[in-house]
């Protein structure tokens, strides 16, 4: 059955400084890709998706994400957080014909 | 796109009682999800719920302990039946749209006392 890991349980960053949160995912064949965001007191929410094409995606609020195939790896960046991007960032994965996997997720914290 | 809302948000129910949870979208959609989030940690696919047929329930998950309907396009209802405190968690309603994308409830946060 098809894993994800996050490499990171808790992130906590300054405002302005890069961030990169890690996700792999177990096996190949045609998968896609997706990172979810859940706000403090909010539903979850999408923040990009990768289903094929160019491997860099870009998603809202500035957040993008790389697919490397040969490294099973679809890691979330970005250049300069602010304290608003404090969250849980989620990685999740879709094989066809299959239930969505998700990651057990990031929690980022931005300091002011 | 698609809106969501459960209810209720959030409840606290007695050891061996049942709590059933709503789920309505703004839109039809064939298939419908519910999930569990426990404190902390990952989401949990519970069962899939599609309309006009009985929902598939995951690894670890019964149709005994949560039952599911699915009467229409719109609305899903989620049975948390014969409650202890490992019942505790977050309940989420999800739908699946074109491509793939799932747009997510808000969430019933379920405390079993």
Known sequence: AQSVSQHNHHVILSEAAS???GCNYSYGGTVNLFWYVQYPGQHLQLLLKYFSGDPLVKGIKGFEAEFIKSKFSFNLRKPSVQWSDTA???????????????????RLSVLP | ?????????????????????????????????????QPGQSLTLIATANQGSEATYESGFVIDKFPISRPNLTFSTLT????SPEDSSIYLC?????????????GTRLTVT
């Open chain 2, 80 to 83: 948390v039946s014969n409650m």
């Open chain 2, 1 to 37: 796109s698609a809106v969501i809302s459960q209810k209720p948000s959030r409840d606290i129910c007695q050891r061996g009682t049942s709590l059933t949870i709503q789920c309505q979208v703004d839109s039809q959609v064939t298939m419908m999800f519910w999930y569990r989030q």
């Open chain 1, 19 to 21: 961030l990169e949160l």
């Open chain 2, 94 to 106: 999800s739908v699946e749209v074109a491509d793939y994308e799932q747009y997510f409830g808000p």
């Open chain 1, 88 to 106: 849980e960032y989620f990685c999740a994965v879709k094989n066809y014909g299959q239930n969505f996997v998700f990651g057990p997720g990031t």
